[in-house]
């Protein structure tokens, strides 16, 4: 398709704008002040406009339009409503910065009480004291969660140097810990997909300030030794962080809290059914124990003993500002939408089903590809397409060969502890029938790999654009329109 | 039969899967969790139905007063959003799709990055721009270790005009680096070149520059620039998108990383966010630059396509050694911006500037004609500005939300000695009578 720049044509506009209702200006910014040319943007019209990004946005693949099974994300349906509830002029048209003139609490009470409510229902969901809803996306809030374990640890004086983490984790648990001025020690798993808890106890000296674990962890199972892990790291005053990411597995049934984790970040836009907006907006809300509350960041939303809300900035030991206001409200609005629409009997049969479905793709296609632990699973299961790469098929074209099938492929080659992984996260809101033919699709990808591999090879054939030249795209780093 | 959640499934449907598991029910899937750590239920309401829950949320929107003729800026505009933004929006394919790892089938939303880094870059006059970050307050961040990653040195300078609240960002995230922080206090609402100067030794690593800045005043900040420059330090400027459709641009002023808010580009005030960073460079510091970037290439059919490029340098990738630890980003405000942009174009993006600034000119010179009301600099500003009043803004910005004004935010919050004085945002939107109405109930009550 073309570019939207490739589309102008000099002179056209589709902006119709106001006169100036106002008189000439007194005093004209000056010419040196001023850019020297117009900024060389689309020349087009409405229609051009509105044709044009329908028909990009016809060149995605999406949970409206497909089945999309990326493990680790949790591309649950999106409810409509959300979009509906977001959008009210209430919110969205509501100043950041009203609420803190002088009495503008009461300006906002709807906005404050919203948020206020959304951290009491997760602070219940992950067992938590206190959250805040504040970071801006997952990694946003794993940053925040290592910060408020910095502040904690320098508070008491304790001198730590060093972040645990698995070999299985997300890339951003040892980037936010980096980014937050630690060093971090990968520890390997063992040969049931979980962290060797002999390696940790070896790791564990006075200098670590923490270990950040995923649980359900990132090859889809609970962590057996979960107990002995929180109860040795507390006993060099580390604490326990836990990602996220992965709590659609758990959410009525299991908290982070009752756990022993100390600090939790959540996923709004996975778990919690707002939009992933092809990479954005999310919200990555933080929870606390106790212990941690003084270092939450400001402001904080309070409850006056007279009911109204009110923002509190008075809290002299807080890692201070980690964004503009009060965090993605707009996320927030959808997110507090969704808990109170499937309250506490509806989030539990959510998770339930999640762990349903993936339980039933790993039963259904563990003859044709090899399982990466032979257990029951929780939200998403974990294959290696190590079978088929005896015949040269490996991850890669499967996943591409799933896009020909109508299927978004699955999260490939990670967790990087499993050789050529295939991670499928199917979520609750795909029905038998969905699944089935997925599963049909996968076997008959699984024959193939046998019979014509190189058919795989040449996937995807059915998409906009076949497999795209990455290495040059890195060479010759064309970025922008001509 | 109607349940809680959106889980499709029939009871015999349920019955086949733990079958085909081999399991008695979905309890048995949850063995090798201890028992003492699962409940039975959790202490949050009854769930409700859509029409339910449509009532008692929009009863909370209603709560919040937007009725208010909105004067307030500070960084963050009331600006006019054409509807063919929403309408793209709101397309489920661009909505839930994530991030683009599968290129094939997500060429809608990695072209449409492609197109909004070009629309940075051209409305910056820089080389290079990613794909977004979270806001403009982390995008300062990420372009001041940007800088020290480059120079290899630790401290930055940063100008006081520079967003208050950003500044507060900036130390929170590097309260345990390594990176040294000084402030350079403001004369007559602009940087001072002297201060600048004497602070520009050999350790300086970035200064960071606003324009407009905080007090709405705006500068040509090329001698500025070129002092860091000679000094070996690198210029981080932080701008409000909207200006650029008229204002000298940060390109032509020789900056090196540019950064801002794009919340001016057809995003909604929304409370605070979601809202959208973006950052632009020189090509040569590509490679050292954080976050999610779209670049162009073919396939083997020689077709175009645009594909995520320069991983190397992020955190799935590096892991402890990534240029940042971002992953979700603001893709769809990033969206948002690019049908703005096209929808606005060479032309409309300059009107509305012109708009702003002609109403903000308009606006200054009726509140000074209010006996009491005083200029506090004698800069020159874009679509904001600073006044001064005969007592507490607090108290006056306060008593004219009962005249139904969001009238400006009172400076003395974020800078000592500065209590009289408030900040005064006119964008496009408001209107002569509007302007003329601030003006006779400030008169009414000082």
């Known amino acids: 398709m073309e570019l939207i720049y490739e589309l102008s044509r000099p002179g056209r506009c589709a902006a119709r704008l106001p006169e100036c209702s106002v008189p000439p200006a007194k005093a004209k910014i000056p010419a040196r002040l001023k850019r020297a040319t117009p900024a060389a943007l689309p020349e087009v019209s409405e229609l051009d406009v509105v044709r044009h990004y329908t028909n990009l946005s016809r060149r995605n693949f999406s949970v409206d339009t497909h089945f999309y099974p990326l493990g680790s994300c949790t591309m649950k349906y999106n409810p409509k409503v959300n979009e509906q509830m977001a959008r009210l002029d209430g919110f969205c048209q509501l100043h950041p910065l009203l609420p803190q003139l002088r009495n503008g609490g009461i300006l906002t009470q709807g906005a404050l009480r919203l948020i206020y409510e959304t951290e009491r229902l997760l602070a219940e969901i992950t067992g938590m004291a206190e959250m805040t809803m504040q970071p801006m996306a997952g990694a946003h809030g794993e940053l925040t969660g290592v910060m408020l374990m910095a502040a904690y640890h320098k508070k008491k004086g304790n001198r730590k140097k060093r972040i645990l983490i698995p070999d299985s ?162 996320v927030i609005v959808r997110a ?8 506490a009997d509806g989030l539990r049969e959510a998770s339930d089903y999640a762990v349903l479905n993936a339980n039933y793709i790993r039963a259904k296609l563990k003859d044709e590809f090899d399982v990466a632990y032979d257990r029951v699973c929780m939200h998403e299961c974990v294959f290696s397409a190590a079978r088929q790469a005896e015949h040269g098929v490996h991850a890669i074209d499967i996943a591409k060969a799933l896009l020909d099938r109508g299927y ?75 | 039969m109607a349940r809680a959640s959106f889980v499709p499934h029939v009871e015999t449907e349920l019955r086949e899967m733990l079958d085909a598991i081999g399991v008695a029910c979905i309890d048995d899937l949850f063995r090798d969790i201890p028992a003492e750590f699962q409940r039975r239920s959790l202490n949050i309401p009854k769930g409700q139905s859509e029409l339910e829950i449509i009532r008692a949320v929009t009863a909370l929107a209603t709560k919040n007063r937007t009725d208010l003729v909105c004067f307030l800026g500070g960084g963050f505009y009331d600006h006019y959003r054409p509807a063919a933004v929403d309408a793209m929006l709101a397309r489920g394919e661009f909505l839930t799709a994530y991030t683009p790892y599968q290129p094939e089938v997500a060429q809608g939303t990695l072209q449409a990055m492609f197109e909004f880094q070009s629309a940075v870059c051209r409305l910056t006059e820089m080389d290079v721009a990613n794909a977004s970050l979270y806001d403009g307050g982390t995008a300062i961040y990420e372009a001041a270790m940007m800088a020290a990653r480059i120079t290899g040195r630790a401290k930055i300078l ?3 005009g520079v967003n208050p609240i950003y500044r507060k960002m900036l130390r929170s995230y590097t309260t345990n680096l390594d990176i040294a922080f000084e402030e350079v206090p403001v004369c007559d609402g602009h940087a001072d070149r002297e201060r600048f ?140 911006a690019t049908v703005y942009i096209a929808m ?34 004698s800069s020159i500003f874009f679509n904001e500005f600073c006044i001064t009043l005969p007592r507490d803004a607090r108290d006056v910005v306060g008593e004219l939300v009962d005249r139904g004004y969001a009238a400006g935010f009172p400076v003395g919050r974020y800078y000592k000695g500065m209590e009289n004085v408030a900040l005064v945002a006119v964008t496009e939107m408001r209107t002569k009578e509007e302007i003329d109405g601030l003006a006779a109930a400030l008169e009414s009550i000082i």
């Open chain 1, 169 to 330: 984790a997300h890339g951003t648990n040892p980037a936010s810990a980096a980014i937050a001025g630690y060093s971090v020690t990968t520890i390997p798993s063992n040969s049931q997909g979980e962290m060797d808890a002999a390696a940790l106890k070896r790791e564990l000296t006075d200098d670590v300030a923490g270990v950040m674990l995923t649980s359900p962890n990132t090859v889809g199972l609970f962590e057996r030794s979960l107990r002995d892990v929180v109860a040795l790291v507390h006993s060099v005053d580390g604490l326990l962080y836990y990602d996220g990411a992965n709590l659609n597995a758990f959410v009525g049934r299991v908290r982070p809290g009752d756990l022993g984790f100390d600090v939790v970040h959540l996923n709004l836009h996975k778990t919690f059914s707002t939009p992933h907006g092809g990479g954005g907006p999310g919200a990555g809300a933080v929870g606390v124990v106790d212990r941690l509350k003084p270092f939450l960041p400001v402001s904080r939303v309070v409850k006056r003993d007279d009911g109204t809300y009110a923002l509190d900035y008075g809290a002299p030991d807080s890692i201070g500002y980690i964004a503009p206001f009060y965090g993605n409200f707009s």
């Open chain 2, 197 to 336: 100067i004497k602070a520009l030794d050999g350790t300086v690593a970035g200064v960071v520059l606003q324009n407009p800045n905080f007090f709405g005043c705006i500068d040509d900040l090329t001698d500025v620039i070129a002092a860091a420059h000679k000094a070996g330090a690198m210029a981080v400027m932080s701008v409000y998108p909207v200006s650029l459709g008229m204002l000298k641009t940060p390109g032509a002023m020789d900056a090196d990383i540019v950064v801002g808010e794009g919340q001016s580009l057809g995003l909604p005030l929304n409370f605070g966010g979601p809202y959208l960073g973006f950052m632009a460079t020189r090509r040569q510091h590509v490679r050292k630059m954080p976050g999610r970037i779209a670049g162009m290439t073919r396939d083997a059919q020689g077709r175009r396509g645009f594909v995520l490029t320069l991983q190397a340098r992020e955190q799935h990738i590096r892991l402890e050694k990534a240029t940042s630890n971002i992953c979700t980003n603001e893709n769809l405000c990033a969206l948002a």
């Open chain 1, 408 to 482: 978004h492929a699955p999260t490939v080659y990670f967790p990087l502890i499993v050789k050529e992984a295939l991670m499928i996260e199917p979520t609750e809101s795909e029905s038998k029938e969905t699944i089935d033919a997925f599963i049909e699709a996968m076997r008959g990808i699984a024959r193939l790999s046998r019979e014509n591999p190189q058919a795989l090879h040449d996937a995807p054939v059915t998409t906009p654009v076949g497999r795209l030249d990455e290495v040059a795209a890195a060479k010759d780093i064309i970025l922008t329109a001509g």
């Open chain 2, 158 to 160: 940063v100008d006081e």
């Open chain 1, 336 to 343: 507090y939408t969704y808990l109170r629409m499937l309250g």
């Open chain 2, 344 to 377: 606005m174009g060479r032309h409309g993006i300059r009107r509305v500037a012109e708009l702003c600034a002609d109403n903000a000119s308009y606006a200054y010179h009726k509140l000074l004609e209010v006996p009491g009301v005083e200029r506090t600099f």
